[in-house]
């Protein structure tokens, strides 16, 4: 006897919602709705081919209220984030006679990104449409080691950038966190061989100018005889080579991360929040713990690394016992920098990353004007120079960005 061919071929539903109902958006990298095969978290999979209409139809749907949320919610996070990390590493807690000033820096850290971890799971549930359909922070043992090279570049930047800002000041620190696309663009270049448009460098000219005319004209070098001058000049660069590591370090991270998200699809920025600090905070934790053990050790003694080098986990809780206001404006300081995270991501969901781009950079600006009007900082004319030509260059960024993207659409319209 006979089979009879079914009238349709059998269609295989995903078991999974979150994939089944995910649109491919720019953050993703997804090319689904192009036809092509994507890598669902690390796994080549057939394409779920997306209507074309859709990200435009949730585009629409981000109105003015969405934007007011997403642009107050940045402003207000990072802003405060920014005034709590200059009181935090800059105050002194003591007397003019005895000066103390909270220098734990790793333990800080290891605080916001615990509180970070949280938040980003919280926020992981929350976006999801049902709690059976959460994606996994760790979709597969693949994305483990980029994570963790992740991780461990972000845990080593922040001492480093810290430690200068003894040295050059937090303006100047504020100014050069502004140019993180001068460290992204030369591990591309020199790593992955990568090209870029000529206006990019001329961008990270202009920027780079900046910095260093900001730099050069300290006005704490010339209040100092020749002698103190001097000194100060040897910590100046000192602390410039501490940045330029923090920098290098950030860069690694940012490119790392873009290697995640173009090569583990979809993975989303909730995922990766969790996941970051999660590992970020383990691996921090786990430093703090065991420090003081292997200081005390004659690998200790041979590397003429000093016992109380390694207690900063005692000495932050000891400096906090002494100074209440720290441990509030730390738990404040980890707050406000989770939920800037969360804002970023709700951000880049309901809008374009051109939009981010333009928030955070007028968002630095303010940050910068703050610390100057809060701190009582004074700018002669010429560090005012070299500020207009970092945020001139990186909007200047911001904006060809724009016009390309717009000339794009306009010619796949046309197409």
Known sequence: MARSKPKSPMKREPSNDWIDHRVPTEDSGS?????QTVAI???????????PGAAVEDAKQAGLGDLIICVGGIYVSFIMWSWLQERITTTNYGTARSPE??????FMNTVQSAFAACVGYAYLRFSSRSLDSIPPVFPSRDIVPPLVLVAITYSLASPFGYASIKHVGYITYLLAKSCKLVPV??????IFRRRYPFYKYAVVALVTAGVAVFSLHLPNAKNKSSRSSKSLDGNVVWGATLLLINLLFDGLTNSTQDYINATFKPYTGSQMMCANNLISTSLTTTYLLVAPHIFATPLGHFLNMPKSAGNELAAA??????????????LAFAAFGAFGQCFIFFTL??????????ITVTRKMISMLVSVVWYGHRLVFWQWVGVALVFGGVGAEAAV???EKAKKEKEKKKE
């Open 31 to 35: 090319k689904a709705a192009n036809g």
């Open 41 to 51: 978290n690390g796994r080549i999979t057939p394409d779920k081919v997306a209507k």
């Open 101 to 106: 000033i909270f220098n734990a820096h790793l």
């Open 185 to 190: 663009m030369f591990l591309h270049i020199s």
């Open 317 to 330: 809780l000891s400096f906090i016992s002494r100074h209440p206001t720290v441990g509030y404006d730390i």
């Open 349 to 358: 969901a309901k809008f374009s990353s051109l939009l981010l781009v333009t």
């Open 401 to 403: 960005g724009r016009w």
